[in-house]
């Protein structure tokens, strides 16, 4: 059958490609997947049970229900975030179809989006299938890999229509403060950018609380603040996520939700609204766990002569690797069993680097690590 051409000429998720030759392998211990190894907390799980036990099987509103609309936009308050929850919150199937619906919607086909890297894999693509042509912004070690007001005009997005990023970032773990967004910001007011800002790991900073790019002064009405389930609630599977945005966008973005989605997993929206109002001690648990485990594979790294960037949010380090870092990981997979994902699968600026996910246990983390020592040796 006929395959349309901008599927076509989509190369597959570097990522996938890797974890088809980490499944095929015996013993594999991966540091791959950019999911949490725990389970969604129970009380959680328990309100998706008990919902289903009612029978609340049906469609939910288009944008999702009230209650949990309320719960999101009373969740994020704590940012300093302040949305409507009738007009400025749509209940997305997870994150990943927030970021499909903001390029779809709010991207012409033609137009220009900026896409720092190394970042999260899914932009470049959305912003194909919506039409668009991708501009690459690299950013840099040496700048914590945060995304600057100097990045963004090297690499002339001035002429952007778009830009989408996501601090705490996948896949380096960097996080951008206040005083870091306040250029991009200016940047994106002056070429009248509309931003799309990934803020799926808020939740899972390790120094300071996270900031919203949307509380610096005229940002609120140019972006769409991305969030989701997935990560601070151990909730990949359930499938919820949100946007928030101006009212005219989110009825733009529940347009195309409306005619493709209809609403949102109706248990997952359950179990979110649970885990928004009780779940906060399991958060922090698992908050906890990624602060060790961050603490212990970044002084692992270091005691093996790896050069790694201390990161402060999401749950991955990303260390500079000796050579070539498909050629790097794929050696390592065979000899040692472990995976873990090259860095250039995220882009410019990634290449030399790995991803390494510690959303995995201590245990493996301790021999995960020991591998890697004996295959520098
Ligand atoms: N954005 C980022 C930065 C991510 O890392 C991920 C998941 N790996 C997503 C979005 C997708 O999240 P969801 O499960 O909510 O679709």
């Given at each position: 059958m006929k395959v349309a051409e901008r599927v076509r000429e989509t190369p597959p998720s570097g990522i996938r490609e890797f974890f088809e030759l980490a499944e095929a392998a015996d013993d594999v211990i991966s540091l791959?997947?950019?999911?949490?190894d725990f389970s969604a907390p129970w009380a959680a799980r328990e309100a998706a049970i008990d919902a289903l036990e009612r029978g609340r099987t049906s469609y939910t509103a288009n944008r999702g229900r009230a209650d949990l609309r309320r719960g999101i936009t009373d969740h994020v308050a704590r940012y300093d975030l302040d949305y409507d929850p009738e007009k400025e919150v749509l209940v997305t199937t997870g994150a990943s179809e927030a970021v499909d619906l903001a390029m779809r919607a709010l991207v012409d086909p033609g137009d220009t989006v900026a896409v720092p890297q190394p970042s999260y894999i899914s932009y470049g693509p959305t912003a194909g299938f919506a039409g668009a042509e991708v501009l690459p912004v690299p950013t840099r070690a040496e700048d914590g890999f945060k995304l600057t007001e100097r990045a963004l005009r090297e690499a002339g997005a001035a002429d952007a229509d778009a830009l989408i990023y996501c601090y705490p970032n996948n896949p380096t773990g960097a996080v951008m403060d206040h005083a870091d967004l306040r250029p991009v910001a200016a940047f994106a007011r002056e070429h009248d950018l509309t931003v799309f800002a990934?803020?799926?790991?808020?939740?899972?900073?390790?120094?300071s609380e996270h900031d919203s790019i949307a509380t610096l002064p005229g940002m609120a009405e140019r972006t769409v603040v991305i969030g989701g389930f997935s990560k601070a609630y151990a909730?990949?599977?359930?499938r919820l996520g949100y946007a928030l945005a101006p009212p005219e966008a989110v009825e733009a973005m529940t347009r195309i939700h409306q005619y493709t989605m209809l609403s949102a997993p109706t248990t997952a929206q359950f179990a979110g609204l649970e885990a928004l109002r009780s779940c906060e001690g399991a958060v922090s648990e698992m908050h906890a766990a990624y602060d060790r485990r961050r603490r212990y594979t970044l002084s692992r790294f270091r005691e093996m002569g790896l050069d790694c960037f201390e990161a402060e949010g999401a749950f991955y380090a990303f260390p500079e690797c000796p050579g070539d870092d498909e050629a790097f990981a794929e050696a390592l997979l065979a000899e040692e069993g472990v995976a873990v994902v090259p860095g250039s699968a995220f882009g410019?600026?990634?290449?030399?680097h790995l991803r390494v996910s510690y959303a995995t246990g201590m245990d493996d983390l301790r021999e995960a690590t020991a591998r890697i020592e004996r295959f520098l040796d």
């Open positions: 791959g997947v950019g999911e949490p990934d803020e799926i790991y808020a939740a899972l900073t390790y120094g909730m990949t599977g359930l410019e600026g990634g290449a030399g």
